[in-house]
């Protein structure tokens, strides 16, 4: 089985993205980025966001994530602060941690792009 | 470079164009209105499915299957051909049944066509085949026999100022529609939250008209809001829909006194009280889960809101918004 299959898949994303949105669009250190006019697509993009970091099904590759968080200048602290809502998010649902570790390692291997280091 | 055939021609679409931009850059007159993918008044069609996919946004099936898509959305990668497509196979023939000032500023207008909609969709009018215009619709389709409107006086506005002066009852005006999906879907038992503010009014009247010839069975809230007291219209009916109702919670807000207050046109002091609509909603509905919310107004007012009812505790997909685009000449504003 899958870590996406273990976290439960698309309806687990369901259930997972507002948490995480609404945690995201409450912390200080990151809101700025998120709080686009369209909070529909916003909400959408939080999806993906979601699909990857629990390993599933998607079609993005490294060069996809530089393209899509170029010119946000996004620094260390930015990224520490979507981990950590992220790990809360999971914590709140009741993931195991040893599954929780996983995705901490899947978003950890996409910091370099995210970071367009 | 990205190249369109029009009408015998090459254009070459720049950095960033969208089909709509290159053929206006080029001289053409294309029909257009808010150039934000709602009005639909710039539809064209073409073959290239792929490039048009992200540009049909909105679009029925039908419009679909007829490879029609909003010029105004569309971005392409590669080569695509576009035809224009007659706007009058899209329009309705509308006759115009009345016009009225409900208050100041609010005109209402009552049109007769036969068109098939849900409360709480919109509609875009056209003034002399050109100037496009998206409203609201307050009507409910079984219970009234026309379509009401309720525009937004704008003194000098290119559209409302001209309805408001020269348009009669008898006189047929054009009309595309019906679009938009901020409707009740009939979920009877969960607590509704509606938030209008200004003409917003005009659709969260045609859904709570919905919801209650539904039979809605839950709690209905509805909070109404307006920068000054005199802004509020359709006070008497809503009071009087609110009586017949146990379940109808109806709140007016307004966010600041004016001179004229003590001449507004319902003579009661005490239906409204001032404030600040998002405090008060942030008090009242500390946690919205389990609610179906409605917010349809001016765009600041519902991106704020959608934002703070969301961080309430509503799912995202369980808040519907109708927000009110500025188009090029006119702000629809509150
Ligand atoms: C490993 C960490 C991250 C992953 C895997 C990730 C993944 C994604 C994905 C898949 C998208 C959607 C791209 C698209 O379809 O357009 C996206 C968009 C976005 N991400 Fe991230 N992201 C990460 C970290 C961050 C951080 C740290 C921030 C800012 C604090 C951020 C801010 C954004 C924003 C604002 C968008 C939307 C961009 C737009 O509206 O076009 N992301 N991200």
Known sequence: ?117 | MTDIAFEDKHLTLEEGETVLDTLLRAGYDIPNGCRAGICQSCIMKSDASEEIAHAQVGLSDAQKTLKYFLSCRCLPSSKINVQRISLSSQQTNAEVIDVSMLNETVIRLRLKASIDYHAGQYLTLWKDGRIARCYSLASHPTLNDYLELHVKYIKGGEFSAWLRSDVRVGDIMKIQGPFGKCIYAGEKEQPLLLLAIGTGLSPIFGILQDAIAKKHQGKIHIVVGARSKENFYLVEELQKIAAQNKSISLTYIYQEETNTDTITAQNNTDFASKGDIYQYCKERFDNLKGYRVFICGAESFCKKMRKQCFLEGADMNAISVDSFISFTEEKTEG
């Open chain 1, 1 to 117: 089985m899958s870590l996406y299959e273990k976290l439960g898949g698309e309806p687990a994303i369901d259930a997972a993205v507002d948490i995480f949105y609404r945690k995201v669009l409450s912390n200080d250190r990151i809101s700025q980025f998120f709080e686009s006019t369209d909070m529909e697509a916003q909400h959408a993009k939080q999806k993906a966001f979601m699909t990857m970091a629990f390993g599933g099904p998607n079609n993005y590759t490294g060069k996809d994530m530089r393209e899509a968080h170029k010119g946000m200048k996004l620094n260390d602290d930015h990224f520490n602060a979507v981990a950590e809502e992220l790990v809360a998010t999971l914590n709140e649902l009741k993931v195991p941690q040893e599954l929780i570790d996983e995705v901490v390692a899947i978003v950890s291997g996409a910091k370099g792009d995210v970071l367009n280091k």
